[in-house]
C-alpha cells in the first residue's frame, strides 16, 4: 500500500470536501510512531552496515533499539559476514558509566564500547579506521501522500489508517465516530500484537528471523530441546560453529 493509497483510504473514511491532507497526513504518522515505539515489530528490524562514526558519534536518528553493534576496522576485505576481524561492542548505559572505564571517552583507538547517547551512538574508545554494523529496530521514513510502498503495510497501515481516522474525527468535534474507528484500530493492534507473540514461541517464525541466517537464533538467544540459552557472541559463521553459547560453538562441550 502507497502513502498516496492511505491517504485516499482515509479520505474515503471520513468523507469531506475540506479535508486537509497535511493535517490528516500528521494524525497518519503520528499514530503510526505512537505504535512502532510503545511495541516491539520484528518487521523493523535489519542490519545497516559501512555506518562511519565522525568524531567517535555515529548519527542514528531513526534507530529505535540496537540489539547487536560491531566494529569491522576493514570493511574492504570482508566476504558476506566471515570477517574474524569484526569485534562486537558492549553497551553502556550512560556517558558516567564510559568516563568510569576511561578517562578520555574521546580518545582514538578500537572500540569496545557504545552508549546510546540523543540522535545516534557514542563510540568508544573513537575509531580512526573502519566503519560500525548495527542491527536493530529502525523507524521507518514517514508516510508521504505518494506512491512511495508503506513497508509496513501487511502489519500495521490498516491500524494506522482507523486510528489517524479516530483523530481527525476528533479534530472535528465527532466524537461518536471518533470513538467508532478508535475502537475499530485497537482491536485491529490487539490482533495484531497476538499473533507476534504467538510467533514468537513458534519455532519456524524464530528461525526466520535470525539476523545471520542461522537456524534456532533470535535475538540473542537460542532454542534447543525445549530450554532457552542466552548466547555470549554473534559471529555470523557457518551452521554448526557461528556462535557461542556460554562461550561454546552450537553442538560443542
Same mark, same amino acid.
Given at each position: 500500500?502507497?502513502?498516496?493509497?492511505?491517504? !485516499?483510504?482515509? @479520505?474515503?473514511?471520513?468523507?469531506?470536501?475540506?479535508?486537509?491532507?497535511?493535517?490528516?497526513?500528521?494524525?497518519?504518522?503520528?499514530?503510526?510512531?505512537?505504535?512502532?515505539? $510503545?511495541?516491539?515489530?520484528?518487521? %523493523?528490524? $535489519?542490519?545497516?552496515?559501512?555506518?562511519?562514526?565522525?568524531?567517535?558519534?555515529?548519527?542514528?536518528?531513526?534507530?529505535? *533499539?540496537?540489539?547487536?553493534?560491531?566494529?569491522?576496522?576493514?570493511?574492504?576485505?570482508?566476504?558476506?559476514? @566471515? @570477517?574474524?576481524?569484526?569485534?562486537?561492542?558492549?553497551?553502556?548505559?550512560?556517558? *558516567?558509566?564510559?568516563?568510569?572505564?576511561? !578517562? !578520555?571517552?574521546?580518545?582514538?583507538?578500537?572500540?569496545?564500547?557504545?552508549?546510546?547517547?540523543?540522535?545516534?551512538?557514542?563510540?568508544?574508545?573513537?575509531?580512526?579506521? &573502519?566503519?560500525?554494523?548495527?542491527?536493530?529496530?529502525?523507524?521507518?521514513?514517514?508516510?508521504? +501522500?505518494?506512491?512511495?510502498?508503506?513497508?509496513?503495510?501487511?502489519?500495521?497501515?490498516? %491500524?494506522?489508517?482507523?486510528?489517524?481516522?479516530?483523530?481527525?474525527?476528533?479534530?472535528?468535534?465527532?466524537?461518536?465516530?471518533? @470513538?467508532?474507528?478508535? $475502537?475499530?484500530?485497537?482491536?485491529?493492534?490487539?490482533?495484531?500484537?497476538?499473533?507476534?507473540?504467538? *510467533?514468537?514461541?513458534?519455532?519456524?517464525?524464530?528461525?526466520?528471523?535470525?539476523?545471520?541466517? +542461522?537456524?534456532?537464533?533470535? +535475538? &540473542?538467544? *537460542?532454542?534447543?530441546?525445549?530450554?532457552?540459552?542466552?548466547?555470549?557472541?554473534?559471529?555470523?559463521?557457518?551452521?554448526? !560453529?557461528?556462535?557461542?553459547?556460554?562461550? +561454546?560453538?552450537?553442538?560443542?562441550?
Amino acid at each position: 500500500m502507497t502513502g498516496e493509497q492511505i491517504v !485516499n483510504m482515509c @479520505s474515503a473514511i471520513i468523507k469531506r470536501q475540506d479535508l486537509n491532507i497535511d493535517l490528516l497526513l500528521s494524525f497518519i504518522n503520528d499514530q503510526r510512531r505512537d505504535i512502532l515505539r $510503545e511495541n516491539y515489530l520484528y518487521r %523493523i528490524q $535489519e542490519w545497516r552496515r559501512n555506518l562511519e562514526p565522525e568524531d567517535g558519534f555515529l548519527r542514528t536518528p531513526s534507530l529505535k *533499539q540496537a540489539r547487536y553493534v560491531e566494529y569491522d576496522p576493514s570493511p574492504e576485505d570482508n566476504i558476506a559476514f @566471515s @570477517s574474524s576481524k569484526k569485534r562486537k561492542l558492549y553497551p553502556l548505559n550512560t556517558l *558516567q558509566d564510559a568516563y568510569d572505564v576511561y !578517562n !578520555n571517552i574521546d580518545a582514538a583507538g578500537e572500540p569496545v564500547y557504545y552508549v546510546v547517547i540523543q540522535g545516534g551512538l557514542k563510540i568508544i574508545p573513537m575509531p580512526t579506521v &573502519g566503519v560500525i554494523n548495527v542491527y536493530g529496530e529502525w523507524y521507518p521514513p514517514d508516510i508521504a +501522500n505518494d506512491n512511495t510502498e508503506d513497508p509496513l503495510t501487511k502489519e500495521i497501515s490498516d %491500524i494506522t489508517i482507523y486510528l489517524a481516522c479516530a483523530e481527525y474525527f476528533d479534530f472535528l468535534e465527532e466524537t461518536e465516530k471518533a @470513538s467508532v474507528w478508535r $475502537e475499530k484500530g485497537y482491536v485491529k493492534l490487539d490482533k495484531y500484537l497476538k499473533e507476534i507473540k504467538r *510467533q514468537m514461541t513458534d519455532d519456524r517464525d524464530l528461525f526466520a528471523r535470525d539476523p545471520f541466517g +542461522n537456524l534456532h537464533l533470535i +535475538n &540473542g538467544m *537460542q532454542r534447543k530441546d525445549g530450554v532457552v540459552y542466552d548466547i555470549d557472541e554473534l559471529t555470523g559463521g557457518t551452521e554448526g !560453529n557461528e556462535y557461542n553459547i556460554h562461550g +561454546n560453538p552450537l553442538g560443542g562441550d
